[in-house]
């Protein structure tokens, strides 16, 4: 459990960040006005765009924080071969046994999703899951 967490957990709860952060309607970093100032500003959605969103350096600033924090890993679960020289190498091999036949599967469906025009979820695919938490 404590690999999983550091490991699939972070990278499916961390990696997607990007996707929702991009676009500031969806999830701005933060406003320049409270929620009660805004509660006075009923039906004009213009005033949202004008005063409460983040100006676009400050936009820009947080978009750069995000993206780095969700870069991928070099370090992959599916790459720790070198770890495994004496002790658990059996085991290791058949761990990335298992995980080329979900990789395997993860592809073909995201091979679908292009195919039909659908986004792809690569982020649990083993050749992208982080083996820890780094940065």
């Known amino acids: ?33 409270s929620p009660e100032q805004q509660q006075a500003m009923k039906g004009d959605k213009d005033w949202m765009f004008e005063e409460a969103m983040p100006l676009l350096e400050k936009a820009q600033e947080g978009l750069l924080v995000v993206q780095v924090l969700t870069l991928p890993s070099k370090n992959t679960i599916d790459k720790l071969d070198e770890y495994f020289t004496e002790i658990g190498t059996a085991s290791y091999e058949t761990f990335k046994d298992n995980l080329a036949v979900i990789s395997a599967e993860i592809e073909a469906r995201s091979e679908e999703d292009r195919a039909t025009g659908n986004p792809v979820y690569e982020y649990l695919n083993p050749k992208n899951v982080p083996a820890a938490i780094d940065i």
Do not use: E, M
């Not at 990278?11 to 999830?27: E, G, I």
């Open 1 to 33: 459990t404590l690999f999983w967490i550091c490991s699939g957990l972070h990278a499916a709860v961390n990696f997607p960040q990007y996707d929702y952060y991009s676009y500031q309607p969806n999830k701005p970093l933060g406003f320049r006005k």
